[in-house]
């Protein structure tokens, strides 16, 4: 199968700083991606669909200027956390949608804790 | 309105026993229908998906499911559990293939030898 990355595997920051997490499709090219937000013993919840050279398309519910997605690339996708609180602490998680098998693939997550 | 029901949300098996983790969904659409299991460390695998044709989908690791309609269930089975299958299970609907997904709460397992 087709193997996707993200990076940071963990971040710990305080309050009010920003963090950037990374999607990688390393052997194929994507035109979407999807990023995930679970929170712990949950599910996970769709944030938003990355789209490469147009905007990302926000979940109801999510701020689109706290969540900046930028789909620099055909295989890079990132999710730049602004002004991060508390109460944004959680595993978020990125999938890929791969044409040829059909199927998309997750990356491992990123683990997200704010002083 | 769209959504994936996973009533339990943990079970406790023994090794060598059968092994059903039940998932219900409520879609607008004829829906297309994933079992993910999602390990610590790794991302979430796809054991097998359903959209249409037989109803009972064979997938990876001697998994199975069974869709049915009238009940708006897919239900995963195993008739034999490893100690390796335990980890968390995500049911999820989508409208096709490689679209996003709506997931259940997931059913976490544990497998005592």
């Known amino acids: 199968g087709a193997v996707v990355s993200q990076h940071p595997s963990r971040v710990i920051c305080k309050s009010g700083t920003s963090v950037k997490i990374e999607c990688r499709s390393l052997d194929f090219q994507a035109t979407t991606m999807f990023w995930y937000r679970q929170f712990p013993k949950q599910s996970l919840m769709l944030m938003a669909t990355?789209?490469?050279?147009?905007?990302?398309?926000?979940e109801q519910g999510v701020e689109k200027d706290k969540f900046l997605i930028n789909h620099a690339s055909l295989t890079l996708s990132t999710l730049t956390v602004t002004s991060a609180h508390p109460e944004d602490s959680s595993f978020y998680i990125c999938?890929?949608?791969?044409?040829?098998?059909?199927?998309?693939?997750f990356g491992p997550g990123t683990r997200l804790t704010v002083l | 309105a769209q959504s994936v029901t996973q009533p339990d949300i943990h079970i406790t098996v023994s090794e060598g026993a059968s092994l059903e983790l039940r998932c219900n969904y409520s879609?607008?659409?004829?829906?297309?229908l994933f079992w993910y299991v999602q390990s610590p460390g790794q991302g979430l695998q796809l054991l097998l998906k359903?959209?249409?044709?037989?109803?009972l989908v064979q997938g990876i690791k001697g998994f199975e499911a069974e869709f049915k309609r009238s009940q708006s269930s897919f239900n995963l089975r195993k008739p034999s559990v490893h100690w390796s299958d335990a980890a968390e299970y995500f049911c999820?609907?989508?409208?096709?293939?490689?679209?996003?997904?709506?997931f259940g709460t997931g059913t976490r397992l544990q497998v005592f030898p």
């Open positions: 999938s890929v949608p791969h044409q040829t098998y059909n199927e998309q693939f």
């Open positions: 990355s789209n490469e050279g147009s905007k990302a398309t926000y």
């Open positions: 359903y959209f249409s044709g037989d109803t």
């Open positions: 879609y607008g659409a004829t829906p297309y």
């Open positions: 999820a609907v989508g409208a096709y293939n490689t679209d996003k997904l709506i």
